[in-house]
C-alpha cells in the first residue's frame, strides 16, 4: 500500500530552520500534488503549504509565506519542506498528503494519502 513517511522534525529554538522530508513509497510520484498541513494541540489540522506534480507551481498559506518553502525530487519519490525564522506558533505535528492529479489542494479533504506525521516544537 502507499506510502508516506515524514522525518526531520524535532526541537528547535525561535528563529532556526528546519527542514522536513517525506518520501512516497508504492506510488507513481509525477501523478500526485502533494502537501504538507500541521495540527497544534487544541486546534484543527490547517494547511501549509502545496506543490503541483510537477514542481512548477506551489502555495502557501498566507502565515507561510516568505517563510518557508516547499519542494520536490522526482528522482528520490521525496517532497521537502524548508522552514526558516520559526516561532513558537509554528509548534505542531506536521503531516505530509499526497492529492492525485495535477492540481494543488488546500483543504484535507482533497488529499488520499496520508503521512503519520513528524513533531516540530519551537521554544521562544
Known amino acids: 500500500q502507499v506510502q508516506l513517511v515524514e522525518s526531520g522534525g524535532g526541537l528547535v529554538q525561535a528563529g532556526d530552520s528546519l527542514r522536513l522530508s517525506c518520501v512516497a513509497s508504492?506510488?507513481?510520484?509525477?501523478?500526485?500534488?502533494m502537501g504538507w498541513f500541521r495540527q497544534a494541540p487544541g486546534k484543527e489540522r490547517e494547511f501549509v503549504a502545496g506543490?503541483?506534480?510537477?514542481?512548477?507551481?506551489?502555495s502557501y498559506a498566507d502565515s507561510m509565506k516568505g517563510r518557508f518553502t516547499i519542494s520536490r525530487d522526482k528522482a528520490l519519490n521525496t517532497v521537502y519542506l524548508q522552514m526558516d525564522s520559526l516561532k513558537p506558533e509554528d509548534t505542531a505535528i506536521y503531516y505530509c498528503?499526497?492529492?492525485?492529479?495535477?492540481?494543488?489542494?488546500?483543504?484535507?479533504?482533497?488529499?488520499?494519502?496520508w503521512g503519520q506525521g513528524t513533531q516540530v516544537t519551537v521554544s521562544s
Open positions: 506543490i503541483s506534480w510537477s514542481g512548477a507551481r506551489s
Open positions: 508504492r506510488l507513481t510520484f509525477t501523478n500526485y500534488a
Open positions: 498528503a499526497a492529492r492525485r492529479g495535477i492540481e494543488i489542494g488546500t483543504k484535507e479533504g482533497q488529499y488520499t494519502y
